[in-house]
């Protein structure tokens, strides 16, 4: 397909949005068919988190793996790679005689395949646009995953109504082989992309000629150590919601089939408004001279923290008027935190090993999404009643979110990191050298 550099951007920007919305729509199917395969299949709570935790099993280990290889693959190979697992994952569980074990096996296999998408997408993503454009289009990105909520559970939930609990993962499985011929055809690395081949070999790609720094250096900065703090903490949350929020709804707020969909689906509205106007802000701030740490540290905690605080107050909402909201807010603000961070990290390291820091990155973070599942089930069943578990949960979950925000805001400097680490960075920060309102550039 021959297409002018701007439209094939806006194709490729698309289609990544497209793959994060089927990321997220395959990680939350689990718990929108919980209820009646848990029924079908006699599998008790403990068990269900169990085989919620699982899917991360080999998430973080494929998303590290696969960081390194987008320093040196090009992306069109890696994200068809992925699209093509996720669908060998998820057609398997179509089939009649499928049970538990295929269940488990299944979801390990998807983890694995799902684990680098997020920042190999981010990755690929910031090769198509211009440094400071990278904030708004990690938030465009991630507005993804709020897609492949809103628009994933209605209509996987009344597959689930209409042709049982199996059905979705076939529709599923289906969209990941479309994706995968369509970013065959339009998709791949853009002109921002770093390269060793020689200036003339692609004008599309430039080469980019920046320090190659150690890792132990780039892994150990304020920045990348407290988005990862709070990146954690967010992911606790966001696991939580896609395995237990809809039983939550169900078990102990009431809500029926019909309405569980659009329910559990709110907190994706909420996220999408607060993403992109977090995107959004921060580019605006970012051109004005702003300082990257209020752009994104300050701006990123602040989304954390205030998801926590809902979180707690969630369950003592009871039937009020103010229930639904804060489950939005609790479930849907925290996510807006995630490409700030990401753009935070991408701005202090050099882009020649970017695909490997936002790999490590998702890798560790994502390790929230193993211990909260298992834990919750545990305290489920361990609890007097299963609305006191589910309190406790909750609780746990929101203490952890207002830590991580406060942490953010107050160690997340991309500005001083990337000084320090001798890359060149535009920068308004006052600590940086910008206070008279000039824009610097850090000494290379």
């Given at each position: ?69 987008g ?27 499928a ?32 440094e ?80 190659r ?74 051109r ?52 700030l ?35 919750t ?24 979110m207002v ?11 991309p ?30």
């Amino acid at each position: 397909m021959s297409l002018s550099r701007s439209a094939r951007s806006r194709w490729a920007i698309a289609l990544l949005m497209l793959f994060v919305a089927i990321n997220f729509a395959d990680k939350s199917i689990i718990g929108l068919a919980a209820a009646p395969m848990m029924a079908e299949l006699g599998i008790s709570t403990t068990q269900y988190g169990v085989l919620s935790s699982s899917f991360y099993l080999l998430f973080s280990i494929s998303a590290i793996a696969f960081g390194f290889l987008g320093n040196r693959v090009p992306g069109k190979w890696l994200l068809i790679g992925l699209a093509v697992t996720w669908s060998v994952a998820q057609l398997p569980i179509a089939v009649p005689a499928a049970g538990f074990g295929v269940l488990l096996a299944t979801r390990i296999l998807l983890g694995a395949g799902e684990g680098p998408g997020i920042p190999l997408g981010m990755h690929v993503a910031f090769t198509w646009v211009e440094e400071h454009k990278r904030a708004f289009t990690a938030a465009l990105l991630t507005v993804g995953s709020g897609l492949g909520v809103i628009i994933g559970a209605p209509l996987l939930n009344m597959l689930i109504a209409s042709a049982g609990w199996r059905s979705p993962f076939l529709l599923l499985g289906v969209l990941g082989l479309i994706w995968a011929v369509a970013w065959y055809l339009v998709g791949g690395d853009g002109p921002h992309a770093v390269t060793t081949a020689k200036p003339d070999a692609d004008p599309e790609v430039r080469v980019v000629e920046e320090p190659r720094i150690p890792y132990r250096r780039l892994l150990t900065t304020g920045t990348w150590l407290g988005t990862l703090f709070s990146g954690f903490t967010v992911y606790w949350g966001l696991a939580l919601g896609i395995s237990f929020l809809p039983l939550y709804l169900g078990e102990i707020a009431g809500y029926d089939r019909a309405s569980l969909g659009f329910v559990a689906s709110l907190p994706a509205y909420v996220s999408i408004v607060f993403m992109l106007l977090g995107g959004a802000l921060s580019q605006r701030l970012l051109r004005r001279g702003v300082s990257r740490r209020i752009g994104q540290g300050v701006i990123g905690g602040a989304f954390a923290l205030v998801a926590g605080l809902a979180m707690i107050l969630m369950t003592r909402a009871g039937a009020s008027a103010w229930a639904l909201p804060l489950v939005a807010i609790a479930f849907g603000i925290g996510n807006s935190q995630t490409p700030l961070s990401q753009a935070a990290v991408a701005d202090t390291v050099p882009a020649r090993q970017r695909g490997a820091a936002l790999g490590v990155w998702y890798a560790v973070v994502s390790v929230a999404s193993i211990v909260s599942p298992t834990l919750t089930g545990a305290i489920v069943d361990g609890a007097a009643t299963p609305a006191a578990g589910y309190g406790l949960a909750f609780d746990v979950a929101g203490g952890l979110m207002v830590l991580g925000g406060l942490t953010a805001m107050l160690v997340v400097r991309p500005d001083q990191d990337a000084a320090r680490l001798g890359l060149r960075r535009p920068t308004m920060d006052a600590e940086a050298g910008g206070a008279d309102g000039s824009k610097q550039l850090t000494p290379s």
